[in-house]
């Protein structure tokens, strides 16, 4: 008579699937990875057309502008800094990075510098109109490919997420610290201007349309029909 297994009690390999990599990264995870890294990529996109634009960047950006024009260090390198240092805050705040949040601490400001050294230079007020319109709409893209993975946030959205835990509503969170950074890197030298104003009032509605087209779908699992109740 052969010796059946334990109810309840896989293989070894699908016991470590379950507890080491399930959580991590949850299926399906190419379709996962895919949109996470496609959205990241965009993102830096996004960030070097506002920049590239020259009529206002995105508030974390005017940051990074003023950062960068104190030290010489590049726009995309103080993005990779400021989201390393802001992980720090995430600790007393017990937020819980993922793979998505350390992907974008590294991806967003490399890709930013790329894009940056790629983008055309150009005088003419139609194409910087024209790269400002399109930075707005490609971040929306990439924001519902990013976060529509389900990977983890961002390192400024889980600051502002954190603090929302804590009590502060989201949209005092979020202005807070936005107006923070815009007003910090203005006094740094960071370009405030129509594009910052365009981009803080465009994003919401565009994400809004943009995180449910893009966003995965949780699987469900259907129990099978009970055969009695036929």
């Known amino acids: 008579m052969s010796r059946q297994p334990r109810p309840g009690r896989g293989s070894a390999t699908d016991l470590l699937d379950r507890v080491l990599i399930t959580p991590v990264l949850p299926r ?12 990241l990529v965009l993102y830096g996109l996004s960030a070097a057309l506002l920049v590239h ?8 950006d005017v940051l990074h502008q003023g950062l960068s024009h104190q030290t010489g260090l590049s726009i995309g390198t103080w993005n990779v800094l ?17 793979l998505g949040t350390l992907s974008n601490v590294i991806m967003v400001g490399l890709t930013m510098d790329l894009f940056l050294r790629l983008l055309p230079e150009s005088d ?13 709409v490609v971040c929306a893209v990439a924001t519902g490919c990013y976060i529509g993975a389900r990977l983890g946030p961002g390192p400024r959205d889980g600051l502002m ?7 502060w509503s989201v949209r005092l969170a979020r202005t807070v610290i936005e107006v923070t950074v815009v007003i910090t890197g203005f006094l740094l030298g960071g370009t405030v201007g129509v594009g910052t104003l365009v981009f803080a009032l465009a ?19 259907h129990a099978a029909p009970d055969p009695s109740t036929s």
């Open 28 to 39: 399906p995870r190419l379709r996962r990875l895919v949109r996470l890294y496609t959205g």
């Open 53 to 60: 634009a020259e009529l206002g960047s995105m508030p974390w």
């Open 82 to 98: 400021v989201g390393a240092m802001l992980m720090l805050l995430w600790i007393p705040l017990r937020q819980k990075p993922g």
């Open 124 to 136: 003419s007020l139609l194409v910087r109109v024209a790269l400002l319109g399109l930075g707005v």
């Open 161 to 167: 997420t954190g603090l929302a835990a804590r009590g």
């Open 203 to 221: 994003i919401g509605p565009l994400a809004h349309v943009f995180l449910p087209l893009l966003s995965m779908r949780e699987r469900t699992v």
